[in-house]
């Protein structure tokens, strides 16, 4: 069964240094996604992108975050200055429309 | 934006009990999928059922769509069916999933 790839699958950054999380969704999703998880917390929305370019993006998503599909095949969170509060887990994921999504497994950023 | 509420929060069950989650939701939708999220933090897809009832071995999922609610069932549960489970939807001219709190799901040896 085709899957998104993330990596890495955990980072440790020092505060206020820039992160950037990989991924590869399946090759022929057109839309992706990235989605957040607080430890204990419900999953949220961060941000969609189709057709090269956002097409929503949530209220926690600003100007500290950026998405980039540098080629065919990745798909990029950038997180500029990190803080403490950004440790999550972050979820890549991927869909064709109709079908439902289907999630990496999750990048666990720490950010000490 | 829609709202889903997922119940019980917690349910913890003997090996080999049977049990019943449910999600509830407060508009139409065109997606509805159940997630397990697993102790390595892993979402792993169970179902993609914004309507009818489908069935993966132990596992099953139905989702009235005119009532808004999904019900997961999970029989003769084995350790390893413990995690969170998470009911996410979306509505009809929005991409996003909205995920709903989760019902954590212990199952006792």
């Known amino acids: 069964e085709p899957e998104v790839t993330q990596t890495p699958s955990h980072q440790v950054t020092q505060m206020g240094q820039e992160v950037i999380l990989r991924c590869v969704p399946i090759s022929n999703h057109l839309y992706f996604y990235w989605y957040r998880q607080i430890l204990g917390q419900k999953v949220e929305f961060l941000v969609s992108?189709?057709?090269?370019?956002?097409?929503?993006k949530s209220e926690i998503f600003d100007d500290q975050f950026s998405v980039e599909r540098p080629d065919g095949s990745n798909f990029t969170l950038k997180i500029r200055s990190t803080k403490l509060e950004d440790s999550a887990m972050y979820f890549c994921?991927?869909?064709?429309?109709?079908?439902?999504?289907?999630f990496g497994s999750g990048t666990r950023l720490t950010v000490v | 934006g829609i709202q889903v509420e997922q119940s019980p929060p917690d349910l913890i069950l003997q090996e080999g009990a049977n049990s019943t989650l449910r999600c509830n939701f407060s508009?139409?939708?065109?997606?509805l999928q159940w997630f397990h999220q697993n102790p390595w933090g892993q979402l792993i897809n169970l179902f993609y059922i914004p309507s009818g009832t489908k069935q993966n071995g132990r596992l099953s999922a139905t989702t009235v769509a005119t009532e808004r609610y999904s019900l997961l069932y999970i029989s003769s549960s084995q350790t390893t069916d413990s995690g969170v489970y998470f009911c996410a939807v979306s509505n009809f001219g929005n991409e996003k999933l909205t995920f709903g709190t989760g019902t954590r799901l212990t199952i006792i040896p």
């Open positions: 992108f189709y057709n090269n370019e956002i097409s929503e």
């Open positions: 994921a991927s869909s064709e429309r109709g079908y439902g999504y289907t």
């Open positions: 508009d139409s939708v065109n997606n």
